[in-house]
């Protein structure tokens, strides 16, 4: 069953990164393949939260794009590199396809295509044969009689003289591999001069003591199913196809390259086959330009986010499968209907509470645990206006489950978390960001959750100077930082000066100045965000 990867936004908080673990629990209960990610490095309240409950930190999640793996492409397809040029060539017609990969032990080793089969044949000497006893007997479909030799190597020689001109003109060798008929003096011949292989032609036979005398001298013999003319005209392609394989300046594909990188290596090369290969060589298969157009896209489900900006690098390039999120609907759309679970309440995990309710699915205490972190950080241990009955009722019912006093417990995951000590201020003003976009403006928002306010109130000026530089920096309408003070219940703001008079409204202070405290202001997704884009939107 195909792997789903669950997670939620950029910059993770601890609601955000414990709905994934609760979810993935909840799904792999009802039968399905998940796995909780994250896709930033979890805050030291996450931290706390994980180690309390003893949960490993979910895998970082770089990306969802297409990759060279995400695609139909045609999976081991390779040759031996001791195959033969026929096997390969009929290989080639059959699948449709103009060239494949050579390989030796699985490696790489090179590509033969069609152009190159007739090119060969065309323009060069094809008369060296260096192959196997076998490779000639499946290629000819021919009969064994006389094997000493695994390995063929000679000259390829025909019997078209007559038997005299043949014998008087014609010197052969041990490296002699001759192609004859019911010709008995040049079979006695070939024999005495203990060539290589003596290859009959349909319906020929040996004498009984020129096959005594071949055994005598090592003779390799077979009896081709083919007339002299196709087995003159086959004997070619029983060779290695390691012959006629290029082996310089083919360009491979990775399996876990992006497509987007590989389309732009088509742009320059404009070849239509490229074999893929890993990281350590092995080859996997052919992939044919038009396969880019067959891929399976990677399936997941995304929880506390459902905007563009919010989510994983190429989001737009997967599977989505369902949304559960407790914030205003975004700008995510999908192919196909989906499950999209959408509440007004404190926390993600308030939702996936009522999930496994809905579901009759028993949650373990170490569940309970980190889902009750979840929406105490969301709700501020209830001190946030986005509370609701619901965020109250399962923090109750999940906190008998994990067997804690949820209001002492709370209190010291607050506090874990709202240290600002060895942070620098790049760091504190992206601890908790996020961006958005409001009619084609950009708009950046920082949060940090702290009992010790003055740690940067102290350096007021500093922290200005960031947020002015980097609004000019990344063309930001709007860059704000707010420190939001857990114990007096309200936020310190810090601003872009461009921003001054759109703040100015969004919170109605003529007074507004660099950190002025806003109390009771404590949310960002039901007090702060609305009153930004309120604003915009009028203007």
């Given at each position: 069953m195909e792997k789903i990867n669950i997670f939620g936004h950029k910059k993770p908080d601890t609601d955000s990164a414990t709905a994934a673990i609760a979810l993935s629990y909840l799904k792999n209960e009802l039968g399905f393949n998940t796995e909780a990610r994250i896709l930033g490095h979890p805050n030291n309240e996450t931290k706390f939260v994980l180690n309390y409950f003893k949960f490993d930190e979910p895998k970082y999640l770089n990306d969802?794009?297409?990759?060279?793996?995400?695609?139909?492409?045609?999976?081991?397809?390779?040759?031996?590199?001791?195959?033969t040029i026929y096997n390969c060539f009929m290989y080639?017609?059959?699948?449709?396809?103009?060239?494949?990969?050579?390989?030796?032990?699985?490696?790489?080793?090179?590509?033969?295509?069609?152009?190159?089969?007739?090119?060969?044949?065309i323009n060069d000497k094809i008369d060296?044969?260096?192959?196997?006893?076998?490779?000639?007997?499946?290629?000819?479909?021919?009969?064994?009689?006389?094997?000493?030799?695994?390995?063929?190597?000679?000259?390829?020689?025909?019997t078209s003289y007559s038997s005299t001109t043949f014998i008087e003109n014609i010197s052969l060798d041990r490296n002699t591999i001759l192609i004859v008929g019911d010709r008995h003096s040049i079979i006695e011949y070939a024999i005495k001069s203990k060539v290589k292989m003596i290859i009959l032609t349909k319906n020929s036979f040996i004498k009984d003591e020129h096959l005594k005398l071949a055994k005598e001298y090592h003779i390799n013999i077979i009896l081709s199913n083919e007339s002299a003319f196709d087995t003159t005209r086959k004997i070619w392609l029983a060779n290695y196809v390691d012959s006629v394989t290029l082996k310089e300046n083919v360009i491979t594909i990775?399996?876990?390259?992006?497509v987007d990188d590989f389309v732009e290596i088509t742009k320059k090369n404009k070849y239509?086959?490229?074999?893929?290969?890993?990281?350590?060589?092995?080859?996997?298969?052919?992939?044919?330009l038009s396969d880019i157009n067959d891929a399976t896209r990677k399936k997941v489900i995304l929880v506390d986010h459902n905007e563009y900006i919010q989510s994983v690098d190429g989001i737009e390039e997967a599977e989505i499968l369902e949304i559960v999120d407790h914030h205003k609907i975004g700008n995510l759309d999908t192919k196909y209907p989906i499950a999209f679970r959408n509440m007004p309440v404190g926390s993600t995990n308030t939702i996936i509470y009522s999930m496994f309710k809905e579901n009759n699915i028993e949650i373990p205490s170490n569940i309970a645990g980190v889902m009750l972190s979840g929406i105490i950080s969301d709700?501020?241990?209830f001190r946030s206006p986005t509370t609701t009955s619901k965020d109250k009722e399962a923090v109750f019912d999940l906190a008998d489950i994990a067997g804690i006093d949820y209001e002492k417990y709370g209190m010291e995951m607050l506090k874990a978390g709202s240290s600002l000590k060895n942070k620098t201020k790049e760091e504190i003003l992206y601890y908790d960001f996020k961006n958005f976009n409001v009619n084609n403006k950009k708009i950046g928002i920082g949060q940090i959750l702290t009992m010790t306010p003055n740690d940067v109130l102290d350096e007021l000026d500093e922290y200005v100077s960031l947020v002015n530089e980097v609004a000019e920096h990344n063309d930001n309408l709007i860059i704000a930082l707010f420190v939001t003070d857990i114990l007096n219940n309200g936020s310190y703001i810090i601003y872009n000066k461009s921003a001054q008079e759109i703040l100015s409204i969004c919170f109605d202070r003529n007074d507004l100045c660099e950190g002025m405290f806003l109390k009771d202001y404590i949310s960002r997704k039901k007090q702060i965000i609305p009153n930004i884009i309120d604003v915009l939107e009028k203007r």
């Open positions: 969802v794009k297409l990759q060279i793996k995400d695609l139909n492409y045609l999976k081991d397809c390779a040759k031996d590199y001791h195959d080639m017609n059959e699948y449709n396809v103009g060239a494949i990969p050579v390989v030796n032990n699985q490696k790489f080793v090179g590509l033969i295509s069609l152009k190159d089969i007739a090119k060969h044949q060296n044969l260096c192959t196997s006893y076998n490779n000639i007997i499946k290629t000819l479909n021919a009969k064994e009689i006389l094997k000493f030799d695994d390995d063929i190597t000679g000259n390829v020689v025909v990775n399996d876990d390259e992006e239509t086959n490229y074999p893929v290969i890993d990281k350590k060589g092995k080859c996997l298969g052919m992939l044919r709700t501020l241990l």
